[in-house]
């Protein structure tokens, strides 16, 4: 139905020009954005008017054409469509899920010469929009499940925590604190720092994302590795810092003798159900850590830098190192460790009296009891737990009892790592270890009723990607040698050979007939080591009008004449040359 839309000419010839001189993909977004902003017509329209611009229509014709609305496609033609699509994109992935694929130019060509799809029905631009349509493009194969919002329900649910390093003060040989200043972001620190052996100090932070109750415990180590120059996070101090926050710490002792506890009324302790931390951490790369939790039933999540779930402990480093750090003076550690432990827990302990953090989480533990762990649980915790293999129904058997774990046929006949834990109303839990995912086992077997049988449900992508692999099979029975290669030339198509000037080295030899004047000229020349614009334009002129003649008269030139000619300019020459002597 014609929507009666006129387009201005020059907006018209400029878009051709904006996308004539789009130099990527880029650009010709900017300029198709352009274009609608500038008209208010719809992206599909936009590329209706393209495709007549690359078909070289008149400018004037695409500006005064009424645009008309694009027809519905069928249910017959979208089922084609998407048949068409599915089956170029299993020839798009032949190599594998996980390889490299072909070009989708490359594909359309294979497709057609296979007679997968109609030739000219799809261009590049139209295949990869209907491939990011049907969410079997290469960001979708690469996808993962969608990630569900953390939150934090109760006391002890998500700890959050991260590692940084103290600013201005660091660690000497001799284990004394002392400060040095250097720059920010100076690409030399760790040399200066090795020059001056000097140990960076870090600090460990960790925030209970239900409370918004933060601790803080300095940490400076020397290199473990053998060939490490450089200290940093590892898991030791981050297995320390774990129980520092997961112990009691009611019965701590002051790490300054002239001062109280600073956390001795702090009630922060306990299992956390999730322990949330940086992918690339000592947390998050250490087995030893990821082992020790899972056996105590704690799940490791961890997050890319800068990911915005992790910008509430981020956000808290950032507050305490504005407004405590600062505080910290030199003369007043003594050069002592201990002092700044000392204030640094002063500090988290005021701040968390003064926002209300320890009173939410004592009133929070009312109604969900925390689960006190000892120094003997973290020890129990390191050793390997009990290993099942998981059966064909996805179950795993633990005392004559099955427990339901996945429904990924990719883990059937495959051994796992299972954990046990208890829930906070003294229940036995069992988890396993899948794809360094934390999975919880349901007790009891999945069972349909056989009126009512039921499978486990797919997404539409999912359903996608099987049947590629369905059809990448008869794509692949289907393609031969011939499919692969260029297309053909046409040999029926024959050319004029190349335009070409022979080449002619001078010889003292002198030939017995010369058949052209410019051969002849250009021995004489060439005897001579003369260039023609040597020779005054008359004498030039003149020996080749005799040359000429001879030609015109004999059919050739004979060689004495042209020996004849030489010797006179060599002559000529030569007497001009003495008299520019004398």
């Given at each position: 139905?014609?929507?009666?839309?006129?387009?201005?000419?020059?907006?018209?010839?400029?878009?051709?020009?904006?996308?004539?001189?789009?130099?990527?993909?880029?650009?010709?977004?900017?300029?198709?954005?352009?274009?609608?902003?500038?008209?208010?017509?719809?992206?599909?329209?936009?590329?209706?008017?393209?495709?007549?611009?690359?078909?070289?229509?008149?400018?004037?014709?695409?500006?005064?054409?009424?645009?008309?609305?694009?027809?519905?496609?069928?249910?017959?033609?979208?089922?084609?469509?998407?048949?068409?699509?599915?089956?170029?994109?299993?020839?798009?992935?032949?190599?594998?899920?996980?390889?490299?694929?072909?070009?989708?130019?490359?594909?359309?060509?294979?497709?057609?010469?296979?007679?997968?799809?109609?030739?000219?029905?799809?261009?590049?631009?139209?295949?990869?929009?209907?491939?990011?349509?049907?969410?079997?493009?290469?960001?979708?194969?690469?996808?993962?499940?969608?990630?569900?919002?953390?939150?934090?329900?109760?006391?002890?649910?998500?700890?959050?925590?991260?590692?940084?390093?103290?600013?201005?003060?660091?660690?000497?040989?001799?284990?004394?604190?002392?400060?040095?200043?250097?720059?920010?972001?100076?690409?030399?620190?760790?040399?200066?720092?090795?020059?001056?052996?000097?140990?960076?100090?870090?600090?460990?932070?960790?925030?209970?994302?239900?409370?918004?109750?933060?601790?803080?415990?300095?940490?400076?180590?020397?290199?473990?590795?053998?060939?490490?120059?450089?200290?940093?996070?590892?898991?030791?101090d981050t297995l320390s810092f774990l129980k520092f926050c997961c112990l009691p710490k009611s019965n701590t002792i002051s790490p300054v003798d002239d001062y109280p506890p600073p956390l001795l009324d702090c009630p922060i302790e306990g299992q956390p159900t999730i322990l949330y931390t940086d992918k690339g951490s000592a947390?998050?790369?250490?087995?030893?850590?990821?082992?020790?939790?899972?056996?105590?039933?704690?799940?490791?999540?961890?997050?890319?830098?800068?990911?915005?779930?992790?910008?509430?402990?981020?956000?808290?480093?950032?507050?305490?190192?504005?407004?405590?750090?600062?505080?910290?003076?030199?003369?007043?550690?003594?050069?002592?460790?201990?002092?700044?432990?000392?204030?640094?827990?002063?500090?988290?302990?005021?701040?968390?009296?003064?926002?209300?953090?320890?009173?939410?989480?004592?009133?929070?533990?009312?109604?969900?009891?925390?689960?006190?762990?000892?120094?003997?649980?973290?020890?129990?915790?390191?050793?390997?737990?009990?290993?099942?293999?998981?059966?064909?129904?996805?179950?795993?058997?633990?005392?004559?009892?099955?427990?339901?774990?996945?429904?990924?046929?990719?883990?059937?006949?495959?051994?796992?790592?299972?954990?046990?834990?208890?829930?906070?109303?003294?229940?036995?839990?069992?988890?396993?270890?899948?794809?360094?995912?934390?999975?919880?086992?349901?007790?009891?077997?999945?069972?349909?009723?056989?009126?009512?049988?039921?499978?486990?449900?797919?997404?539409?992508?999912?359903?996608?990607?099987?049947?590629?692999?369905?059809?990448?099979?008869?794509?692949?029975?289907?393609?031969?040698?011939?499919?692969?290669?260029?297309?053909?030339?046409?040999?029926?198509?024959?050319?004029?050979?190349?335009?070409?000037?022979?080449?002619?080295?001078?010889?003292?030899?002198?030939?017995?007939?010369?058949?052209?004047?410019?051969?002849?000229?250009?021995?004489?020349?060439?005897?001579?080591?003369?260039?023609?614009?040597?020779?005054?334009?008359?004498?030039?002129?003149?020996?080749?009008?005799?040359?000429?003649?001879?030609?015109?008269?004999?059919?050739?030139?004979?060689?004495?004449?042209?020996?004849?000619?030489?010797?006179?300019?060599?002559?000529?020459?030569?007497?001009?040359?003495?008299?520019?002597?004398?």
């Amino acid at each position: 139905m014609p929507k009666g839309k006129i387009f201005d000419e020059q907006i018209i010839i400029e878009f051709a020009n904006k996308l004539n001189n789009a130099a990527n993909k880029k650009e010709k977004g900017k300029a198709i954005e352009w274009f609608i902003e500038m008209t208010g017509i719809s992206k599909s329209s936009v590329h209706r008017v393209i495709k007549k611009i690359q078909k070289n229509e008149p400018l004037m014709n695409i500006a005064n054409a009424k645009q008309t609305r694009k027809r519905r496609k069928s249910d017959l033609e979208l089922a084609q469509e998407k048949k068409d699509v599915l089956a170029l994109a299993a020839l798009k992935s032949i190599q594998g899920a996980d390889k490299k694929k072909i070009p989708t130019t490359r594909v359309i060509k294979i497709g057609e010469k296979m007679g997968l799809v109609e030739k000219g029905k799809y261009t590049r631009s139209t295949l990869d929009r209907k491939f990011e349509e049907h969410k079997v493009n290469d960001r979708h194969m690469r996808n993962s499940t969608v990630a569900r919002r953390l939150s934090a329900r109760y006391p002890g649910h998500v700890l959050a925590i991260d590692f940084t390093p103290l600013d201005r003060y660091y660690l000497t040989i001799d284990h004394k604190i002392k400060p040095y200043y250097i720059k920010d972001g100076d690409k030399h620190l760790d040399d200066i720092l090795r020059r001056e052996r000097l140990t960076k100090i870090w600090l460990g932070f960790a925030v209970d994302m239900f409370s918004k109750a933060l601790l803080v415990m300095p940490y400076a180590s020397l290199p473990k590795g053998e060939n490490s120059k450089n200290s940093g996070e590892n898991a030791e101090d981050t297995l320390s810092f774990l129980k520092f926050c997961c112990l009691p710490k009611s019965n701590t002792i002051s790490p300054v003798d002239d001062y109280p506890p600073p956390l001795l009324d702090c009630p922060i302790e306990g299992q956390p159900t999730i322990l949330y931390t940086d992918k690339g951490s000592a947390t998050g790369k250490s087995k030893l850590i990821n082992n020790i939790c899972n056996n105590l039933g704690i799940k490791v999540v961890t997050h890319a830098s800068g990911n915005p779930r992790a910008k509430l402990v981020e956000s808290y480093i950032s507050s305490f190192k504005r407004s405590c750090e600062v505080l910290a003076l030199p003369e007043h550690f003594k050069g002592d460790i201990n002092y700044l432990i000392h204030f640094c827990q002063s500090w988290a302990n005021s701040q968390n009296i003064d926002n209300g953090a320890y009173d939410k989480w004592r009133e929070g533990v009312k109604d969900k009891p925390i689960i006190r762990l000892t120094e003997q649980n973290f020890k129990d915790a390191a050793v390997t737990k009990i290993e099942r293999v998981i059966n064909a129904w996805g179950c795993i058997s633990i005392d004559n009892k099955e427990f339901f774990v996945t429904e990924d046929e990719q883990w059937t006949k495959k051994k796992v790592q299972v954990y046990r834990s208890y829930s906070r109303d003294a229940k036995t839990e069992y988890k396993v270890m899948l794809d360094k995912k934390i999975v919880p086992c349901i007790e009891a077997l999945p069972a349909d009723d056989f009126e009512n049988i039921k499978s486990y449900k797919k997404s539409e992508g999912q359903k996608n990607r099987e049947e590629i692999k369905v059809l990448r099979g008869d794509v692949r029975r289907k393609l031969i040698y011939d499919d692969m290669l260029p297309e053909p030339i046409n040999t029926k198509i024959r050319h004029l050979p190349n335009k070409f000037i022979t080449k002619e080295v001078h010889t003292p030899l002198i030939s017995d007939k010369f058949v052209s004047v410019n051969s002849a000229m250009g021995w004489i020349l060439t005897q001579n080591k003369l260039f023609l614009d040597d020779m005054p334009e008359h004498e030039a002129d003149g020996l080749k009008t005799m040359l000429q003649m001879e030609l015109d008269t004999t059919g050739h030139i004979e060689g004495n004449t042209v020996i004849k000619y030489s010797n006179i300019l060599a002559t000529k020459y030569r007497k001009e040359n003495r008299k520019n002597v004398n």
